[in-house]
């Protein structure tokens, strides 16, 4: 480059800077942006490990038919199972079970609410066991557990539940079964067990079933004639315990009464 054309360089520069301090305008802009994401966590629990039975594919249910009972002696059919959170919120677990009668036990535990955290588990060891010998009284019966869990938010209220009453005289009884905090305007299942029996009786099947109302609330009532439990195949009518379950695909719960069948 040759010193001529530096020259000159230099001196557009000059006037250049020269008209700008004569008045000429300049505007200097700029700009800043900021932006906020967010998204909903995942939320749900599954059973991922078992002892023993059939598994559904969504790991929702789980069915075991055990071996049969051919010693007197005291012993156990153990179930284990594990529970796992599948979401990224936390779940409270809180389990429930059907009763059975002595001489057979419950064996679950733990039994108190537990709460998991992304990706936690939970194992629970459950089942039916019997501490003392078998009678001939046992022979042929048939004992049935059924566990539920229900996986909620942490601090979520209220908490899913239903209830079984019942009221009757002579010749006269009705059932009512209630419940709350299941999701709003969802049609129920419902399912009563009732002492002795090995199979749920299906309420909704058998002509009778709830929606829920607005606020996840829910009241059935039915008439009972308590024909369904005669002891040892007489005809003798005795108070019965009673298991209801109620599900609206997403929310379950278990609750336990007592039908007064003596005052029928």
């Not at 709830?210 to 003798?236: K, R």
Request: glycine share 12%; charged share 10%.
């Amino acid at each position: 480059m040759s010193l001529k054309k530096i020259a000159g360089l230099f001196a557009g520069f000059a006037l250049a800077t020269g008209l700008i301090g004569a008045g000429v305008g300049a505007q200097f802009t700029g700009q800043v942006s900021a932006q906020q994401n967010v998204k909903v966590g995942t939320f749900g629990c599954k059973i991922t490990t078992h002892s023993a039975g059939d598994l559904s594919a969504s790991g929702s249910t789980l069915y075991y038919d055990a071996a049969d009972i051919k010693s007197s002696a005291p012993g156990t059919r153990p179930l284990n199972f594990t529970v796992e959170s599948t979401g990224s919120i936390d779940v409270v677990l809180n389990i429930a079970a059907t009763p059975v009668t002595l001489p057979f036990t419950d064996l679950l535990a733990p039994t108190a609410p537990v709460t998991l955290t992304t990706g936690g588990s939970q194992a629970y060891t459950a089942g039916i066991g019997w501490t003392t010998e078998l009678t001939d009284l046992n022979l042929g019966q048939s004992i049935s557990i059924a566990y539920v869990v229900n996986c909620n938010e942490v601090g979520a209220s209220p908490v899913t539940t239903v209830a079984f009453s019942a009221v009757g005289s002579t010749g006269s009884m009705s059932d009512t079964i209630t419940g709350m905090g299941f999701l709003p305007t969802k049609t129920l299942s419902l399912l009563m067990y009732r002492f002795g029996s090995p199979t749920p009786y299906d309420l909704v099947a058998g002509g009778y079933g709830a929606t829920t109302l607005g606020d996840g609330s829910f009241t059935d009532n039915f008439q009972d004639d308590c024909h369904a439990t005669p002891i040892n195949g007489a005809g003798v009518l005795v108070d019965m315990p009673v298991v209801v379950w109620a599900s609206d695909g997403t929310r379950s719960a278990i609750g336990k009464g007592i039908i007064p069948c003596s005052k029928y």
